[in-house]
């Protein structure tokens, strides 16, 4: 496997992102790597919030938090104070050379500043414009902010994780972030191949999230089936979910009546097969808390990695429940090319290194070409492309533009 520093399917496409925080910056974040040149539009002075964010407060002090460098590789950033006629007039200019603005503000912020859909479509027809909001441009929620916690309890995802006990339970990561964000790159990207181009794109981080949910939308919608938690059961099938083990949780899905019988037999517990209780899927689903104690009782005497070894080489899916730090040391991510290094990080003292995308093309993993910057790093370079002499540049510099 390689990494992959040509062009990618997207090179010669320039993206404009006035994002925040996680949500519009992980969607850039994915065009970066497939290979479109994208400027960071910052807020003079500030910047990005996620700058100052992160494990590191020393890093977050110096505008270079870890939440920042997660989702900015490859990005060059241009800082403009948009409140200004002068900052206004820049990003106009900018606009004129881009096929891509993604933006995450709430609605309506940018026609409040005279920087909205219809204004900038005036100056650029074929310009794809895309709004990234917590719940979209319409609806009584349009107005509400974009955090993701909200939009998870908002989605009702919070309400079927976990278990009787623990539920409602948010997702260990920003999870309507996230796929609010993949959408967006999605639906670009689909833009992109539209002639002729020019578009406006509201993605709403929870309908985005609502539709990775089908399986369980669609049990109340045609099944009528209310979800409920169910922790770390498969709700469609038994025995399948998670079993403590010597050390540690397995995850095992033998959701095909075959594996169920090929598990019980690796485990010495073949009787188990011609149990009423356990006859046929309905069967095992009705007393699946019995089946999984059953199992347990042999599941508990060896270590984890050990039965999904051999639960895995007979047929049946199973896979040991791994920490963040064992996962991201596997073989099957180390030698895939997903983590890349970045040796020299102006503002950072030390080496750095970042996931990728979740995508390889022809074998090769793409990956930003340089690092994440630092606030306002390409800002005369860009304002010098766009026409300003360099003593605009030292005049909007005085006046607080850039």
């Excluded at 933006?103 to 912020?109: A, D, S």
């Excluded at 920087?115 to 794809?128: D, H, N, S, V």
């Excluded at 009787?164 to 920003?174: E, H, K, M, V």
């Excluded at 981080?205 to 399986?215: I, Q, V, Y």
Aim: glycine residues 10%; proline residues 6%; hydrophobic residues 45%.
């Amino acid at each position: 496997m390689a990494t992959d520093h040509r062009a990618g399917p997207l090179a010669g496409v320039r993206v404009l992102d006035l994002t925040n925080v996680l949500a519009g910056p992980f969607a850039c974040h994915q065009l970066v790597h497939l290979g479109a040149e994208v400027i960071k539009v910052e807020a003079v002075g500030q910047g990005d919030l996620a700058r100052n964010l992160g494990a590191d407060p020393d890093l977050s002090a110096r505008g270079m938090g870890i939440s920042f460098l997660a989702q900015n590789a490859g990005k060059a950033s241009l800082t403009l104070n948009l409140k200004t006629p002068g900052g206004k007039e820049a990003l106009t200019r900018l606009v004129a050379t881009a096929d891509v603005l993604v933006e995450n503000f709430r609605p309506g912020v940018m026609d409040r500043l005279g920087l909205g859909y219809e204004t900038l479509k005036a100056i650029r027809p074929a310009l794809i414009y895309c709004a990234i909001s917590g719940f979209g441009q319409t609806g009584p929620w349009a107005d509400r902010p974009a955090y993701d916690q909200i939009v998870q309890g908002a989605s009702g995802a919070m309400s079927i994780t976990g278990d009787g006990d623990t539920a409602p339970l948010r997702a260990g990561f920003p999870l309507a972030d996230t796929v609010g964000g993949l959408t967006a790159a999605m639906a670009v990207s689909a833009a992109l191949n539209a002639s002729p181009r020019g578009t406006f794109i509201d993605v709403s981080m929870l309908d985005s999230l609502l539709t990775t949910m089908g399986w369980v939308l669609s049990n109340y919608l045609v099944g009528g089936v209310e979800p409920q938690p169910q922790g770390n059961e498969n709700p469609t099938s038994a025995p399948s979910g998670a079993f403590q083990c010597a050390d540690g949780l397995i995850n095992i899905a033998a959701n095909k009546d075959a594996q169920w019988v090929l598990l019980a037999r690796h485990l010495g517990r073949e009787d188990l097969t011609c149990a009423p209780a356990f006859a046929t899927r309905e069967d095992r689903k009705a007393h699946r808390l019995q089946l999984k104690a059953e199992l347990e009782t042999v599941l508990t005497t060896r270590p984890a990695r050990d039965w999904a070894r051999e639960l895995t080489a007979i047929g049946v899916p199973a896979g040991a429940v791994l920490s963040v730090p064992e996962v991201l040391a596997h073989a099957q991510v180390r030698d895939r090319d997903f983590l890349a290094l970045f040796e020299d990080v102006a503002g950072v003292d030390r080496p750095v290194t970042l996931a990728s995308i979740g995508a390889m093309l022809d074998g090769r993993r793409p990956v930003a070409a340089a690092p994440p910057p630092t606030l306002g790093q390409d800002s005369e370079r860009l304002l010098a492309e766009l026409g300003y002499a360099a003593q605009d540049i030292e005049r909007m510099r005085d006046e607080g533009i850039t």
